[in-house]
């Protein structure tokens, strides 16, 4: 399954960075490419669902605001 999410709160390399780390944790995701200039990040894996998106960003000051 392959997700391509808009996220808020991301400025530089840095939050590109914890944004695809933070991803990559999630048990079942094959790959994730993060756009900074259009603050979106594509995610391919099993259960990639925003709600565990989202709990995979929790105590960062980034969010999943839509799926695209």
Known sequence: MKKTVSISGM???GC???VKSSFEEIPGVASV???LEKKQAKVAGDDV????LNQALEGTKFSVVAEI
Do not use: A, F, P, T
């Open 11 to 13: 400025k530089c390399d």
């Open 49 to 52: 669902s925003v709600e565990r």
């Open 33 to 35: 490419d993060v756009d």
């Open 16 to 18: 590109k960075n914890i």
